[in-house]
C-alpha cells in the first residue's frame, strides 16, 4: 500500500477512523461495524498499540454502540495477530463486561466466552482466568454478574489448582449480598455443574443448588428451578431421590405463586430429566397440584403442559395415570373461573385424544370438548376449533359437528370483530375436515355474510377464505356456489359492498382459471367502469391489472384495451393514475 | 452514629435557592432524596428540573466544617406535555425521586411527573480523545491529499465533566396522577402507584408492566377512597404497602398471587369517637407512609400526627406522635385555604431512632422514639449563619403567650416544609422550604 496511491486507499479509513468520534451516534456505529476495516488497514501491531487502547477507554458510548464493539470484538482474533495475541482483546471486553446495560454487558460476555476457546491453555491462565476473577471480585454487582458467564468456559482447560479457585469464585457469588449477583450465579449454575467432575457436582453444586432454591428473593429461587433440569440430567438416577428431589418438592410447594409457575412452566423438561419413576412417584402428585393451584397463573401454565406430560408418561400404566389422576383435575379446569386457564386448557385437550384412544375420548374427554365448544369466552371456543385436526384423526369430526356449528355461529357473528377475524381464519381448515356437503349446508351461507361485515379486515379476510376454499374444493365449486353470490354484489346500492366485488375477482381470477374469469368475471369488472363512485373505478382499474394475465390476449385487446383507456381519460386522478398504471403493466400493445 | 435527634443541637450548615421573596413557580422545591450512601442529595422542583448535589470530602483541617454539599449535576427532566387525546395538559412537576442501589461507576435514579417515570444516569467523564485525520485539532479540515498515515485518536484528561443521559422512559401505564415510585429489594423491579392503581415494572423494560393492585370501582360514582401513597419493604422482596385517603394501610404479599387485590394485612386505628368532626375524614388520609430501614416498622403520616407501626400488629400504632396539635381547633380556616389537603412527609434517621416530618411556619419536628422527646425547629435565612445552632421554637395554642413562644395566629401557612430527607448514616438532613433546600447538621463538640 506504499507510494503515491497510498493517500487514495488511505482516506476512506481515515474518514472511517475520525468518525468513531463524531457526534452523530449512527456515524460512530457505522464505523464500529467497520471496525475490522480500520484494523485491517492499520496492521495487526498498531490495532494492538493504539487501536484496542483507544476502545478500551469508549465505554462512555450510546449502549448501542457498546454492543456492536462487544460484538466486533468478539471476532477480532487474526486482526490482533492470531490466537498468540488474542489476549490484547481482553481489556476492551472486561471494560464492557462492567457497563450497566444488561445487552451490552452479555454480548461482551458472549464474545469472551468465544475467544476463551482461542486461548492457549498457558495463555488462558495466565491472561483470560485472572480477568474472570478480576470480575468476581470487582466493585459492582455488573462485573461480578458478567463473570457467572465465564466460569464454565475456562474450568475444563485449566489445572487443578486453577479449578480450586474457580470453584471456590463461583461458590462466593452464589451467596453474593446483591440479589443481581446470584440471579446470575442460579442461571449460569447448570451451565456450570455440566462441565464439572461428578464429585465435585455432588458436593459443591448440590449445596449451592440447595441454598439458592431456599434463597429469601422469589426470583432467585425461581431459578434454582431451571438449574434443576440439568443438574437432575447430570446425576445418575440413585442419587435424584436424595440430592435434588426434596428441593425440586419444595419448590413445587413454594410459597410464591411465581416459583410454582417456574415449576409448572419446565414440567416437561424436568420430566424428562428425572425419569419415569420418579415421575410416577412424585411429579404426578406435583402436577396434580399445580392445576388445582389457587393462582390462575399457575393453573394456567400447567395446563399448558397437559398434554406434554400425559404424552411423556411410561407407557405401560400411562392410561391408567391419565384416567386416575389427571383427567379429574382437568375437568375441574373446564369450569375455572379464569378464563386464561380454561384458554390454556383449551389448546392442548385436543390432544389427549390420541394419547387416549377412541373410546375414552367419546366416553369421557368428548363432554369436555363440547362444553369447551359451549363457553363463554370465544377464545377458548378459538383453541377448541383450532385443534379440531388431532380429534378427527381418532374419532372422525362428526361426533362433534352437531355442537361446532352453533359454536361457530356464535363466534362468526361476535359483536368483537376480531373473534370474527379469527374464525375465519379457521374456516379453510373447517371446511377441509368437514366436507364440502356439510359446507355447503351450513357454512356457505356465514362465508358469505362475511363480504358484508361493516369492518374492512373482516371483509378483506373474508375474500381470502374464499381464495382458499376455491382451492381446496375446486372451480366447479366456485362456479356453482360463489362466483354468481359474489357477482350479484356488482349491483348493491353500497359501493363499499360492490368495491367488495373486485376484491374478491382479484383473489378468485387465478383460483377459478381463464374460463370462469373471462366468460363470467370480466363481463361484471368492465360494466362497473361506469360506475359513479371514483374508487369503484380505479379499484376497476386495479382489478384489470390483476386479472389480466389470467386472461388470453384476444379478451385483453378488445375488452380490456378500450375500457381502460377510456379510465385513462377519467376526470378522476387516481382513476386516470391506476389506469395508466394497468396500460403500461399489461401487454396491450 | 451520633446520639438521637431531639436533645442533640443541630446547627445551620448551607441553604441553597434564591433569597428573594418572590418565588418562581417552577423554582418551588417537590421532593428531595439522599441516595443509599449520602454522598448525593437529589431535588427535584415544579419545572420539571432534577438538581443533585454531591458531599464534598471531609477537610481534615477544618471538622466543624464537614461535608458541604455542593452542586454536581442539574438537568432537565421532564418538559410540559399535552394529551391531545384527553385535552390534558401534563405538568413536568417532579413528584418523586428515588436513587438505585449503585451498579456501576456511574449512579442512577428514577424520576417521575404525573404520568411519565424516567430512568436518568449520571455518569462522570475525565477523558476526550485527541486527534483527527481530516482535520487539524481546531476544526480546519486538512487537504485529503495529505494524508500519508492513519492516526487513531488517542484519550488525553480533561476536567471532570459530569453527564446525566436519560436510559429509560417508562410512560403510557397510568390513567391518574403517580403519587409514589419505590425500587424493589431484589433490584429488578419498581413499583408506581396512582390515586388508583399500583403498577409492577421491571428496570429494564419500558414497554410492558403488571398492574398489580387496582381498587377503581366499576362505577366511579362508588369511589370512596383512593391511594395516597405506596412503598416496598426494604428487604422483603414480595412485601409492599399502600395507604389510603381513608387512613388505613394495606400490606400486600405478592407471593401468594398475582394480582394483589387482596391485602394480606390491614393497619387501622379505630376512629376516637371523642374527636369526630366534619374534617375527620380529610385529616385522617394518609400523606406519606415509609418502612424503617430494618423492615420492622412503618411510619404514616397523616395531616396532625406521624404514627408508628409494627408490621406485627394491625390494630393500632405503636406510637403516635402530635405534630402540630394546636392546629385541631384551626381546621375550618385550614380548609377553607385549602391548607388541609397538604401532603407532609415525613423520614427516619438513619438508625430508625427518630423521625422527622414538616409543618407550617418552615417549622420542622423531630420526635425521638426511645426517649418519647420532641423538638421544633425552624429553618429560616435569619438563623442562616455557618455553625449557628437552632433554637428550639414553641407554639403557644391559647391562653397567655410565654416569652419565646409563637402564637398560633401569627403562623405563616404559606411557609409549609412538606419533604424532608435524613442522611441515612449521619446526622445531616435536607428540609426543603418553599424555594429553598436548608442543610442542618449535629453540633460536633
Not at chain 1, 503515491?4 to 488511505?10: E, Q, R, Y
Not at chain 1, 383453541?383 to 356449528?405: A, F, P, T
Not at chain 1, 386516470?576 to 403493466?585: G, L, M, R, T, W
Not at chain 2, 443509599?36 to 466544617?65: C, M, S, W, Y
Request: hydrophobic share 40%.
Amino acid at each position: 500500500m506504499a507510494g503515491a496511491d497510498g493517500d487514495d486507499s488511505l482516506y476512506p479509513i481515515a474518514v472511517l477512523i475520525d468518525e468513531l468520534r463524531n457526534e452523530d451516534v449512527q456515524l460512530r456505529l457505522n464505523s464500529i461495524k467497520k471496525l475490522s476495516t480500520i484494523a485491517l488497514a492499520l496492521g495487526v501491531e498498531r490495532t494492538r498499540t493504539e487501536l484496542l487502547p483507544f476502545l478500551t477507554d469508549t465505554i462512555y458510548d450510546e449502549d448501542e454502540v457498546l454492543l456492536a464493539l462487544a460484538e466486533q470484538l468478539g471476532n477480532f482474533t487474526m486482526l490482533v495477530g492470531g490466537p498468540e495475541y488474542v489476549h490484547c482483546l481482553l481489556p476492551p471486553l472486561e471494560s464492557l463486561a462492567t457497563v450497566e446495560e444488561t445487552v451490552v454487558r452479555d454480548k461482551a460476555v458472549e464474545s469472551l466466552r468465544k475467544i476463551s476457546q482461542e486461548h492457549s491453555p498457558v495463555d488462558l491462565e495466565v491472561h483470560f482466568e485472572p480477568l474472570v476473577k478480576r470480575l468476581a471480585s470487582g466493585d459492582w454487582f455488573t462485573s461480578r454478574t458478567s463473570a457467572c458467564g465465564l466460569f464454565s468456559v475456562c474450568y475444563p482447560r485449566v489445572s487443578s489448582t486453577v479449578k480450586a479457585e474457580i470453584r471456590q469464585h463461583f461458590r462466593t457469588l452464589c451467596s453474593d449480598d446483591t440479589p443481581m449477583v446470584r440471579r446470575a450465579a442460579a442461571s449460569k449454575l447448570g451451565e456450570f455443574a455440566k462441565v464439572l467432575e461428578l464429585d465435585y457436582v455432588k458436593s459443591d453444586i448440590i449445596s449451592l443448588f440447595t441454598a439458592l432454591a431456599s434463597d429469601e428473593q422469589d426470583s432467585v429461587r425461581l431459578l434454582a428451578v431451571e438449574a434443576c433440569v440439568s443438574i437432575a440430567t447430570l446425576l445418575p438416577q440413585e442419587d435424584l431421590e436424595t440430592l435434588v428431589m426434596p428441593t425440586l418438592r419444595q419448590a413445587a410447594e413454594d410459597k410464591s405463586w411465581r416459583v410454582r409457575y417456574m415449576v409448572a412452566d419446565k414440567f416437561s423438561e424436568l420430566q424428562k430429566a428425572v425419569g419415569p419413576e420418579i415421575t410416577k412417584n412424585d411429579l404426578v402428585p406435583a402436577f396434580q397440584n399445580l392445576l388445582k393451584d389457587c393462582e390462575a397463573e399457575v393453573r394456567a401454565a400447567a395446563a399448558n403442559k397437559v398434554k406434554e406430560f400425559c404424552e411423556n408418561l411410561p407407557e405401560d400404566n400411562r392410561e391408567q395415570i391419565i384416567m386416575t389422576h389427571i383427567l379429574p383435575c382437568v375437568k375441574e379446569l373446564v369450569s375455572d373461573t379464569n378464563q386464561h386457564v380454561k384458554s390454556a386448557l383449551a389448546s392442548v385437550i385436543m390432544g389427549l385424544s390420541t394419547i387416549l384412544g377412541k373410546d375414552n375420548t367419546i366416553e369421557h374427554l368428548l363432554p369436555l370438548f363440547l362444553a369447551q365448544l359451549k363457553d363463554e369466552c370465544p377464545e377458548v371456543r378459538l383453541n377448541i376449533i383450532s385443534n379440531l385436526d388431532c380429534v378427527n384423526e381418532v374419532i372422525g369430526i362428526r361426533q362433534l359437528s352437531q355442537s361446532l356449528l352453533p359454536a361457530i355461529v356464535e363466534l362468526a357473528e361476535d359483536a368483537k370483530w376480531r373473534v370474527r377475524l379469527a374464525i375465519i381464519e379457521y374456516m379453510p381448515l373447517l371446511a377441509g375436515q368437514l366436507g364440502v356437503e356439510f359446507f355447503d349446508e351450513k357454512l356457505n351461507t356465514l362465508c358469505m355474510a362475511w363480504l358484508i361485515d361493516h369492518v374492512y379486515a373482516i371483509r378483506e379476510a373474508a375474500t381470502c377464505n374464499l381464495m382458499k376454499l376455491v382451492e381446496k374444493f375446486g372451480a366447479e365449486w366456485a362456479q356453482n356456489t360463489i362466483v354468481p353470490k359474489v357477482l350479484g354484489m356488482a349491483n348493491d346500492p353500497n359501493y363499499l359492498h360492490r368495491m367488495t366485488t373486485l376484491f374478491c375477482i382479484n383473489a378468485l381470477s387465478e383460483a377459478c382459471g381463464q374460463e370462469i374469469t373471462t366468460k363470467q368475471m370480466l363481463p361484471v369488472v368492465l360494466k362497473m367502469s361506469n360506475d359513479q363512485v371514483a374508487n369503484v373505478r380505479f379499484n376497476v382499474a386495479k382489478s384489470l391489472q390483476k386479472i389480466g394475465p389470467v386472461l388470453d390476449n384476444n379478451a385483453l385487446q378488445t375488452e380490456v384495451k378500450p375500457v381502460l383507456e377510456k379510465l385513462a381519460s377519467d376526470q378522476d386522478m387516481d382513476v386516470k393514475y391506476f389506469a395508466q398504471e394497468a396500460i403500461s403493466v399489461l401487454p396491450l400493445a | 452514629m451520633a446520639g438521637p435527634g431531639a436533645d442533640m443541637q443541630w446547627c445551620f450548615s448551607q441553604v441553597k435557592g434564591a433569597i428573594d421573596d418572590d418565588v418562581a413557580e417552577a423554582d418551588i422545591i417537590s421532593t428531595v432524596e439522599f441516595n443509599h450512601t449520602g454522598e448525593l442529595l437529589a431535588t427535584g422542583d415544579k419545572g420539571g428540573r432534577v438538581v443533585i448535589f454531591q458531599q464534598e470530602i471531609e477537610n481534615k483541617n477544618l471538622p466543624q466544617f464537614r461535608s458541604e454539599y455542593n452542586v454536581y449535576s442539574t438537568f432537565q427532566s421532564h418538559e410540559p406535555e399535552f394529551d391531545y387525546l384527553k385535552s390534558l395538559e401534563i405538568e413536568e412537576k417532579i413528584n418523586k425521586i428515588r436513587w438505585l442501589p449503585q451498579k456501576n461507576a456511574a449512579q442512577f435514579l428514577l424520576s417521575t411527573n404525573d404520568k411519565t417515570i424516567k430512568l436518568w444516569k449520571i455518569s462522570e467523564r475525565d477523558k476526550r480523545p485527541e486527534g483527527y485525520n481530516l482535520k487539524e485539532e481546531d476544526g480546519r479540515y486538512k487537504d485529503p491529499n495529505s494524508i500519508t498515515a492513519l492516526r487513531v485518536p488517542v484519550l488525553i484528561p480533561m476536567d471532570l465533566m459530569v453527564e446525566a443521559s436519560p436510559r429509560r422512559v417508562f410512560s403510557n401505564a397510568h390513567t391518574y396522577h403517580i403519587n409514589s415510585i419505590s425500587v424493589n429489594s431484589d433490584n429488578e423491579t419498581y413499583l408506581s402507584a396512582d390515586d388508583l392503581r399500583i403498577n409492577l415494572w421491571n428496570l429494564e423494560i419500558t414497554d410492558r408492566s403488571f398492574n398489580i393492585v387496582d381498587i377503581k370501582p366499576t362505577n366511579m360514582e362508588e369511589l370512596t377512597e383512593v391511594i395516597t401513597a405506596a412503598e416496598f419493604h426494604p428487604l422483603h422482596c414480595n412485601t409492599l404497602v399502600y395507604s389510603s385517603s381513608k387512613g388505613t394501610i394495606r400490606l400486600c404479599d405478592m407471593r401468594e398471587s398475582a394480582l394483589c387485590d387482596k391485602h394480606s394485612k390491614l393497619f387501622e386505628e379505630p376512629e376516637d369517637p371523642s374527636n369526630r368532626s366534619f374534617f375527620s375524614e380529610i385529616i385522617s388520609s394518609i400523606s406519606d407512609v415509609k418502612f424503617s430501614h430494618n423492615g420492622r416498622y412503618m411510619m404514616t403520616r397523616d395531616y396532625l400526627s406521624v404514627k408508628v407501626w409494627d408490621l406485627n400488629m394491625e390494630n393500632r400504632p405503636v406510637e403516635t406522635y402530635q405534630v402540630h396539635e394546636y392546629l385541631r381547633s384551626k381546621l375550618c380556616s385550614l380548609y377553607e385555604n385549602d391548607c388541609i389537603f397538604d401532603k407532609f412527609e415525613c423520614c427516619w434517621n438513619g438508625n430508625d431512632s427518630v423521625v422527622m416530618t414538616g409543618s407550617y411556619n418552615n417549622f420542622f419536628r423531630m420526635f425521638e422514639r426511645s426517649q418519647r422527646r420532641d423538638v421544633t425547629l425552624e429553618a429560616s435565612r435569619e438563623n442562616s449563619k455557618p455553625l449557628q445552632v437552632l433554637k428550639p421554637r414553641k407554639v403557644c395554642a391559647g391562653g397567655k403567650r410565654k416569652k419565646d413562644e409563637i402564637s398560633v395566629d401569627s403562623l405563616d401557612f404559606n411557609k409549609k416544609i412538606l419533604h424532608t430527607a435524613w442522611h441515612p448514616q449521619e446526622n445531616i438532613i435536607a428540609v426543603a422550604t418553599t424555594n429553598n433546600l436548608y442543610i442542618f447538621q449535629d453540633k460536633v463538640n
